[in-house]
């Protein structure tokens, strides 16, 4: 459905960006957590720990703008009473500008912007990382959800009943990555075979090759898989709206970012000519992105990354921007491990406004360091009840990191 945008703009100038919207947000939340507790268990932060990592992958993660690669960081926050929260950053240059080794240079200087706060102070926090650098959200992310962590701790809650829990579980896709046809064909119907319902396709080359890969994979899941396509800003419009025309009978779900992120006269140009619903990813990092995206009636979802936004807050004022303009989300990730993807989920099910998820990174590692977190079957995550993320790090992995 076109819907224009113009009725929701007034309402969303005053208080979108905010994140704490008329009080109600999650700041207001941990506000009222932190009334509730008693003051001897008020605690301070004393240390903040760096540590990178890189993981194996099991194939080329090949997408349009380049390869991607489990190169993160792990944060690890602790408290004067021992205590302790963790935290990832999955960094990818062509998106966030980021690198491993950028993010532990940044990651040490805020650290001395987070030391000596009560983890508590999180919007506090998150104004200070913004005000020392308008960049690195993939590094804020981290150390943002592994206070987040502690607070759930703290208080003995998840971190999705912090946030106000609205689903206990839902939906992810899995990805297929660029490769030849018959190649992606096959990868996806291994997907399905393991019990996945949707699948992911990389798209964004010329849309001959587009048009092949889409046929090979069609044809071998058969019809009645859920099929939704990303292009990683691979197409100029022209060749989006073609692509989209010619691809129109594999009924596919819709297609993120067709085009570069900056050009929102040529996002919204395919969303008015595609018959394929538009999803705009690269081209919202922030909750200002999400209100540009309403101001050219550019996209009919958005896909929302904590690894983007700079955290957990930044998400869900995204989350909630969209909302209030009717248009739906979905949570994506980079290359996390299930530390950062767990965050995601915790945000995924606390936000009315995201009907769509792509968590599927951990997949592709060839190990999984991560004790607790979300859990996936059959293409259904499910969050964990137990108190902050929800999870631990493996300590035979732990004992071969060094902090920075």
């Not at 046929?215 to 990303?230: H, N, P, S, W």
């Not at 540009?292 to 869900?316: E, F, P, T, Y």
């Not at 493996?394 to 990191?401: I, K």
Request: proline letters at 5%; aromatic letters at 6%.
């Amino acid at each position: 459905m076109r819907m224009t945008r113009n009725a929701f703009l007034r309402s969303l100038a005053g208080a979108a960006v905010a994140g704490d919207i008329m009080g109600s947000g999650p700041a207001a939340m941990l506000r009222a957590q932190q009334a509730a507790r008693s003051p001897a268990r008020q605690t301070r932060i004393t240390q903040v720990e760096i540590f990178p990592f890189s993981l194996q992958v099991k194939r080329t993660m090949h997408i349009a703008i380049g390869n991607m690669a489990a190169e993160n960081v792990l944060v690890r926050i602790q408290t004067a009473d021992g205590l302790v929260g963790w935290g990832e950053s999955s960094p990818f240059a062509p998106v966030t500008g980021e690198t491993q080794e950028t993010d532990v240079v940044m990651g040490r200087r805020l650290a001395g912007i987070i030391r000596g706060h009560d983890p508590f102070d999180i919007p506090r926090i998150a104004s200070d990382m913004a005000a020392h650098t308008p960049g690195f959200p993939s590094i804020k992310a981290a150390l943002e959800m592994a206070l987040w962590d502690l607070c759930g701790k703290i208080t003995g809650q998840p971190v999705s009943r912090l946030l106000g829990r609205y689903r206990d579980s839902f939906e992810t896709d899995l990805t297929v990555y660029l490769d030849e046809p018959q190649v992606m064909a096959d990868r996806a119907k291994e997907i399905v075979q393991s019990g996945f319902k949707i699948v992911k396709v990389k798209l964004g080359e010329t849309p001959e090759k587009d048009f092949a890969r889409m046929g090979a994979i069609r044809k071998t899941v058969g019809d009645e898989v859920r099929i939704r396509i990303d292009a990683n800003q691979g197409w100029t419009p022209a060749e989006a709206v073609r692509a989209l025309r010619g691809l129109e009978k594999h009924r596919l779900e819709f297609c993120e970012q067709p085009v570069v992120y900056w050009d929102w006269e040529g996002l919204k140009y395919v969303r008015d000519n595609s018959p394929i619903p538009i999803m705009a990813d690269e081209a919202v990092h922030f909750p200002q992105d999400a209100i540009q995206a309403v101001r050219h009636d550019a996209a009919d979802m958005i896909n929302i990354k904590l690894m983007k936004s700079g955290g957990i807050l930044q998400s869900i004022a995204i989350a909630q921007n969209a909302e209030a303009a009717n248009i739906h989300c979905m949570l994506g990730c980079m290359s996390e491990t299930r530390v950062a993807l767990t965050a995601a989920a915790h945000v995924a099910a606390s936000q009315r406004a995201v009907l769509y998820a792509d968590l599927d990174a951990f997949t592709e590692h060839a190990i999984d360091p991560v004790i607790g977190g979300m859990e996936v079957k059959d293409g259904t995550i499910r969050i964990p009840d137990t108190p902050g993320l929800g999870l631990d790090l493996d300590p035979a992995f732990l004992r071969t990191l060094r902090p920075a």
